[in-house]
Each structure stands twice: as C-alpha cells, then as structure tokens.
C-alpha cells in the first residue's frame, strides 16, 4: 500500500523556518515533489527532486528560501522553508511518482503551513 504523510507544518511568523517531512511507503519513487494550496487558490508546484539525480527544481517564488532535500535510505523527502511570508500561508502537499516525468501519481494528506505578519 502506497503511502505519503507529511509532516512538520505549522504556525510561524513572518520570517521564520519550518522544516515539512513527508515519509513515503510501498513503492520506491523516481520523483519527488511539493505543492501547495492557499485558500481561494489553485495548487500550485513548489519544488520537486528526484531519487537517483542531484537536480532539483523551484518555482520562483520559493527560489532562494525553500531547499528540497531527500534522504534515500529512509524514503522521506523534506521542504526546508526559510524566510516565510504570510503568502507561504497554504496547506503543502507532498507528491510522488514512479516515472521521471508526467502529473504525479501519489499524493499525501496535506500539512498547514500558516505564516502570521
């Protein structure tokens, strides 16, 4: 059985850290990664990785702040966040896939990030 659960998020302010895990089971993934959705929004992509390659991808609001990191042997992929702002304020999603490419197959619960100013 496949599974993806997040956790890590939370109440911050404004400038402040949160570090999200997401712990996946049942398969071994290729890619991996987050998304979130701020109320009245579309999801939106975040960051994304992948299991055998070094490269990583931002979208450019999160370019600088955000590091997208793995680890392996556990099967956890993390969002480190720094230097949030109240419009990081989304519940954060993580996501997996077998494939190198394509929409991601596996979705996680959600976690709540809220970013107060």
């Known amino acids: 059985q496949v599974q993806l659960v997040e956790s890590g998020g939370g109440l911050v302010q404004a400038g402040g850290s949160l570090r999200l895990s997401c712990a996946a089971s049942?398969?071994?993934?290729?890619?991996y990664g987050w998304f979130r959705q701020a109320p009245g929004k579309e999801r939106e992509f975040v960051a994304a990785?992948?299991?055998?390659?070094?490269?990583?991808y931002y979208a450019d609001p999160v370019k600088g702040r955000f590091t997208i990191s793995r680890d392996s042997a556990k099967n956890t992929v993390f969002l480190q966040m720094n230097s949030l702002r109240p419009e990081d304020t989304a519940v954060y999603y993580c996501?997996?896939?077998?494939?190198?490419?394509?929409?991601?197959?596996?979705w996680g619960q959600g976690t709540q990030v809220t970013v107060s100013s």
């Open positions: 990785c992948y299991r055998s390659r070094d490269s990583t």
């Open positions: 996501a997996a896939d077998l494939n190198y490419s394509g929409e991601y197959a596996y």
């Open positions: 049942g398969r071994t993934f290729r890619r």
